[in-house]
């Protein structure tokens, strides 16, 4: 389906910081051993860091605002990676449209943006912004009684969606939660964001994505623990709400290779393996498992 006039085209915009802005307390480290061996496990993801900035200091599309009549319809949150930028989104925006989604896609930033290692490893700054955006949530809800809500998070943005839900009041509930290269760690406990939802969290995840575990091992997770994140090896959790997707080389035909970045830029994936498990407009509900997606799927249940 074919974005129609009607759809406002997408925004130009620049990254509003070039220069990653460290929280307070990030470089008050003790000059102990301890400290000395965090500031080596960071320099050495420096150039990683750098390259990352240099890429995404170009102009770039971001996802339009909703339109009224869209917001009408339902609600799709989509939180993006530790970059924090609403660019890392336009693909999913435009993918979903081609797929008939017509709800309003909101992109959220979660912190400054290119603000890599402060919205990496602020604990608490996370902690705060998702409290205060369960509220903004709430508001929508209240105003717009019965329409879908769904969330979308990618890598640090696959962190941040399980902790808005946290936050929201008991009977405030999400459609559903995608997670994407969740920067959460592995034993993370995700009951409290299924409770929060009618139909459960899905978790796309790879064995052969890298540079997860290259930035969580040295910096940490985004729920601060020191190895791979649950975006290379899964959730350990076995809850049958939890529907977890482990990479396969069959993805490779949708031009997925498994790496930690191939769900950015890859609009046929994203309408073959994320469209499906989103209410349709007409209010329709999606089954536990789209029948276009059966024999794919890694349920994770006791």
């Given at each position: 389906?074919k974005?129609?006039?009607?759809?406002?085209?997408p925004?130009i915009?620049v990254p509003q910081v070039?220069?990653p802005?460290?929280?307070h307390?990030?470089?008050?480290?003790r000059?102990?051993?301890?400290?000395?061996i965090?500031?080596?496990?960071?320099s050495?993801?420096?150039?990683v860091?750098?390259?990352y900035?240099?890429?995404?200091?170009?102009?770039?599309?971001a996802?339009?605002?909703p339109a009224?009549?869209e917001?009408?319809t339902?609600?799709?949150?989509?939180?993006?990676g530790?970059?924090s930028?609403p660019t890392?989104?336009?693909?999913?925006?435009?993918?979903?449209r081609?797929?008939?989604?017509?709800?309003a896609?909101?992109?959220?930033?979660?912190?400054?943006?290119?603000?890599?290692?402060?919205?990496?490893?602020?604990?608490?700054?996370?902690?705060?912004?998702?409290?205060?955006?369960?509220r903004r949530?709430?508001?929508y809800?209240?105003?717009?009684?019965?329409?879908?809500?769904?969330?979308?998070?990618?890598?640090?943005?696959?962190?941040?969606?399980?902790m808005v839900?946290?936050?929201?009041?008991?009977?405030?509930?999400?459609?559903?939660?995608?997670?994407?290269?969740?920067?959460l760690?592995?034993?993370?406990?995700?009951?409290p964001?299924l409770e929060?939802?009618k139909?459960g969290?899905?978790?796309?995840?790879?064995?052969v994505?890298?540079?997860?575990p290259?930035?969580?091992i040295p910096?940490?997770?985004?729920?601060?623990?020191w190895?791979?994140?649950?975006?290379?090896?899964?959730?350990?959790?076995?809850?049958?709400?939890?529907?977890?997707?482990?990479?396969?080389?069959?993805?490779?035909?949708?031009?997925?290779?498994?790496?930690h970045?191939?769900?950015l830029?890859?609009?046929?994936?994203v309408?073959?393996f994320?469209?499906?498990?989103i209410?349709?407009?007409?209010?329709?509900?999606?089954?536990?498992?789209?029948?276009?997606?059966?024999?794919?799927?890694?349920?994770?249940?006791?």
């Amino acid at each position: 389906m074919k974005i129609t006039g009607e759809t406002p085209v997408p925004q130009i915009l620049v990254p509003q910081v070039l220069v990653p802005q460290f929280c307070h307390g990030l470089l008050g480290i003790r000059w102990d051993s301890e400290a000395w061996i965090m500031r080596m496990r960071r320099s050495a993801l420096a150039p990683v860091l750098a390259t990352y900035l240099l890429l995404a200091s170009c102009w770039l599309e971001a996802p339009p605002k909703p339109a009224p009549n869209e917001l009408n319809t339902g609600l799709i949150i989509m939180y993006p990676g530790i970059s924090s930028a609403p660019t890392d989104m336009i693909n999913w925006y435009t993918a979903l449209r081609r797929a008939g989604i017509k709800q309003a896609i909101q992109v959220k930033p979660y912190g400054p943006t290119m603000d890599l290692l402060g919205n990496l490893m602020c604990y608490e700054r996370n902690r705060n912004w998702s409290k205060e955006e369960a509220r903004r949530i709430v508001r929508y809800m209240d105003a717009y009684p019965g329409r879908p809500v769904t969330l979308i998070g990618y890598s640090g943005g696959g962190a941040i969606a399980p902790m808005v839900a946290e936050y929201m009041p008991e009977g405030y509930l999400f459609d559903r939660i995608l997670l994407f290269s969740s920067g959460l760690s592995p034993a993370y406990d995700l009951t409290p964001a299924l409770e929060r939802t009618k139909n459960g969290i899905v978790h796309f995840w790879s064995s052969v994505d890298f540079v997860g575990p290259l930035i969580t091992i040295p910096l940490g997770t985004m729920d601060r623990q020191w190895e791979s994140p649950a975006a290379a090896v899964g959730f350990e959790m076995r809850d049958e709400r939890l529907i977890q997707f482990a990479w396969t080389p069959d993805m490779v035909e949708y031009n997925n290779k498994g790496d930690h970045t191939d769900y950015l830029w890859n609009e046929p994936w994203v309408e073959e393996f994320v469209a499906p498990w989103i209410t349709r407009d007409d209010g329709r509900p999606t089954t536990p498992v789209p029948p276009e997606l059966e024999g794919r799927v890694l349920i994770t249940s006791e």
